[in-house]
Structure formats: C-alpha cells, structure tokens
C-alpha cells in the first residue's frame, strides 16, 4: 500500500530548528521593549525637537523585532529545510512549504497568550513567510547551515524596516504600538521624511544583499552538484576502465591457460602411456610405477591449479586434512617447511573455498612468519581446531603462531596495508591473506606481542554450513 513517507531527514537542521522554536517563545522574558529604551528616546526627541533621535528610536525597534523574529523565522525555515517527503516515489516539495506556514501563526498566539505581548501579525510578517515558501523552492541541500542562516538573517532585518516606514501609513504594516507611535512621532517633528529616506535606504540594502547572497549560494550549490556529478561520471569512467582491463586480462589467462595445458596434456598421455608399459613388464617395476604415479598425480594437481586461475570464485568442499597435506607438500622445498609443525584436531571436518588461493594464503601467512623470526630456535606451530564465531555460526580456524620478533601497535595498525612489509619485500603481503580470506566468507585477525611472536588467525565456514 502507497503511503506518504520522509525518504530524506536531516537531523542536525531538524534539532536546530526546533531548538530555535523553542527558543522564540522563551525570548519575550528577556527581549522587550524596556531593554531597547525606545520610549526614552522618543521622549527625548519630542523634548529637544530632535529628528535624529526618531531614527535612533526606529533602528532601535528594528533591531528588537529582528531578534524577537529571527527564531521562529529561522525555525520554521529549517524544520522545514531538514525534510523530503515522498507519495508514490515523487518528491512532495509543497509538504515542506505548508510546514513553514503552519508554524510560524501558533507562535504569535503563544506569545501573547503567555506574556500578553501583542506581536503584530501583519503585512511584513506575511511577506516573510512568502519570501520563506519561495526560498524552500530553492535547492540549498550542498550548502552549510550557516551561509542559509545568514541569508535569513539579512532578509528578516531587511522586512522589519517596513514598519517604520511613514510612507506605508493605512497599510496592514506597522501595525504594533511602537512603531505607530514612532510614525506619530516623526509626523509631529516634520521628521517623516527623513525617516522615510533612512529606513528606504536600508531596506534596500539589506534585500538586495539578501538577494545578491541568495544567488550567490544558489551558485555555489550548482557548482557542488556539477561537481559531485564530475565525480560520479569519473568514477563510472573509471569502473568501466577497469572492467574492460579485467575482461582483456581474463582473456590472456585463458589464452595463458589453453597455452599451459596443452603441452601439458600432451606430457599426462605420455606419462600414462609410459606406466601403463611399465605395468605390462614381466615383472611390473613397482618403483618406477610409484614414481609414475607420483608424477602422475603432481600433473593432475598442476592442471586443477592452471584451471582455477580463471575461477577465483570457484569453491569446493574440502577437509581439513587435505588442505593441511596440500600445504605441507607445497612448502617442503622452502626454508620455512623445516620449521612448520602442524596440529590438526579436526581432520574430518571439511572447508567450503577455492582451494588454490587458500593454500597460497596459508602458504604466505607461514612465510611472513619465517621472515620475522631471527632467533636460533625458530617454531612456527600451525594448529587447525573447530570454533564458532561471534554469531555462533560453527567455523573452522587456522592458527600460525611462531616465536618472532612481533609487532608493535602502530605496526600493527598498518598490516592490512597494500603492499606492506617490514622487511622491504614487494612479495603479496597480509593484503592479500585478507582478500581470499574474505571472498572465502572468512575472517582474519593478527595479534602480536614484541619480543615474544605473533598469532595470526583464521576463521573459515565450515562446510554445510555455508555454501
């Protein structure tokens, strides 16, 4: 069923904007009209027949209705702003302009319900919520809080020089008890004029640097969003870039492939053919048949390592046991298999993962561990146990642990890096563990302790599990 939602929540400009409603009807204990001595200065202007202390009064009672305005203007402005709604996947825009409107009339009867203040609801209070309704229409989403505050600013002190204006005398503006009086005042000293000249100049000022700033924002918020769309074409760019680099690079591996196997399956014919001659011998050489075997079974296991060059994603259900054999065998002719002692607790259980890339996983776990070894006693114990992971799922989890020279933890911090090493190699890294790892649905830990060695652990679904 199709219902009105928010598909867009801002909450700082929410938060804000209410904080500042709140804000407006707590302003009247403290913002008043004794503060700004207005009276005083009126009657120090019909006492001394001095013009200019009727303007001095006037700015003072625009300064006071502009920061007895600013927080429900900028409030309702905001709270508003914060919000997108959505009726059958289309932007309701006219939701946020009905919002300013509601908000800002309940304020004026609060205020004079609370503080029995009369805050004139009149000509410049509507052309602020006209002005508003406009400026909500306007996509300000790329630009900081405070420029649009300051834009709001500017156009609230501009409106309130309405009130004072003698020349709009029988018009629904300036309608409160002040700026009446001001008016009366100025007529009574033949001050109008001047009044009238002032408060024109800087009510246009004000709008037209409110207007100005506003087409200023306006284009610098274009700007963002022809930026951000540079940015999203360049990344598409880039990403079909690479997919076609990926394309060209997986069809040299299968050319590299069918290149590798074909002498190779050319080499397994012979060698069957060669056994099974052996075999007709009278009496069968059994060491030579074991050797054929032997090599027989090295050109089957390097023919599956060939084909799952292409299929990184391939997976298959192994045990435990045959990983850890398959490991064993491939690091016996390199320094580090001599130091490598295994612990298998589950031979049984079996591993959903691309064998190949696992074992070379394993392979260069136990590798970065002979290289930080520099002891006379060096051990590296690789022990296989069953486990669970943190949400209970039943894991399968290698263990290298060696008696090195360990980390420290601001090593430690960068190990996961792309092409790091301590010891200067641009060998495959911990990166690289981490990525199979994880494409195997895996996780990988490494802890570490100077001076004394490290863990690196390994955690793997078990199979049935997973896959």
């Not at 900081?144 to 709009?168: C, G, R, T």
């Not at 259900?317 to 002719?333: D, E, P, W």
């Amino acid at each position: 069923m199709e219902r009105l939602r928010a598909v867009k929540i801002n909450l700082r400009e929410l938060l804000i904007g209410t904080l500042l409603m709140g804000l407006s009807l707590l302003l009247p204990m403290v913002v008043h009209v004794d503060n700004f001595g207005i009276y005083p200065m009126l009657f120090s202007a019909l006492s001394h027949q001095e013009k200019t202390d009727v303007v001095y009064a006037a700015l003072r009672l625009v300064a006071l209705n502009s920061i007895r305005s600013l927080p429900h203007y900028l409030g309702a402005y905001l709270i508003g702003e914060s919000m997108d709604f959505a009726y059958r996947e289309k932007t309701i825009r006219w939701l946020r302009l009905l919002i300013v409107c509601v908000m800002i009339p309940p304020v004026y009867f609060l205020i004079e319900k609370i503080y029995h203040i009369r805050y004139d609801f009149g000509g410049p209070a509507i052309l602020l919520i006209a002005l508003l309704v406009i400026l909500e229409k306007i996509d300000f989403s790329l630009i900081n809080i405070s420029k649009k505050m300051l834009m709001l600013v500017m156009l609230i002190a501009s409106v309130q020089f309405l009130d004072v204006m003698p020349a709009l005398e029988g018009l629904p503006v300036g309608g409160g008890e002040v700026s009446t009086d001001i008016r009366r005042i100025a007529f009574f000293l033949e001050a109008d004029g001047f009044l009238q000249f002032e408060a024109t100049l800087l009510f246009f000022l004000l709008f037209v640097g409110a207007l100005l700033f506003c087409k200023l924002i306006m284009d610098e918020n274009d700007l963002k969003l022809l930026s951000e769309l540079k940015e999203q074409n360049e990344r598409m760019r880039t990403e079909k870039y690479i997919q076609m680099l990926e394309e060209r690079t997986l069809q040299e591996l299968r050319n590299l492939v069918h290149d590798l196997k074909t002498p190779l399956t050319a080499a397994q014919a012979l060698v069957g053919v060669v056994k099974m001659n052996q075999l007709r011998t009278d009496p069968p050489d059994a060491q030579s048949c074991e050797y054929l075997t032997r090599v027989e079974a090295s050109m089957e296991h390097m023919s599956v390592m060939i084909s799952e060059i292409l299929y990184e994603n391939r997976r298959a259900s192994v045990t435990t046991q045959r990983l850890v054999t398959a490991l064993l065998s491939q690091i016996s002719n390199t320094p580090y298999g001599r130091v490598v002692r295994a612990e298998n607790e589950v031979p049984e259980l079996r591993v959903w993962i691309n064998e190949v890339r696992m074992l070379r996983a394993l392979a260069n776990v136990l590798q970065n561990a002979y290289c930080a070894m520099d002891k006379e006693e060096q051990q590296i114990f690789l022990r296989v146990s069953a486990g669970q992971d943190r949400d209970g799922q039943r894991m399968i989890q290698f263990d290298v642990i060696d008696n090195g020279r360990g980390m420290d933890a601001e090593l430690l911090h960068y190990v996961w890096a792309d092409g790091f090493s301590t010891r200067g190699s641009s060998g495959l890294g911990l990166n690289f563990v981490q990525q199979v790892v994880q494409n195997n649905n895996g996780t990988v830990e490494i802890k570490s302790t100077p001076g004394e060695g490290t863990v690196v652990t390994i955690q793997l679904p078990e199979s049935g599990v997973e896959g």
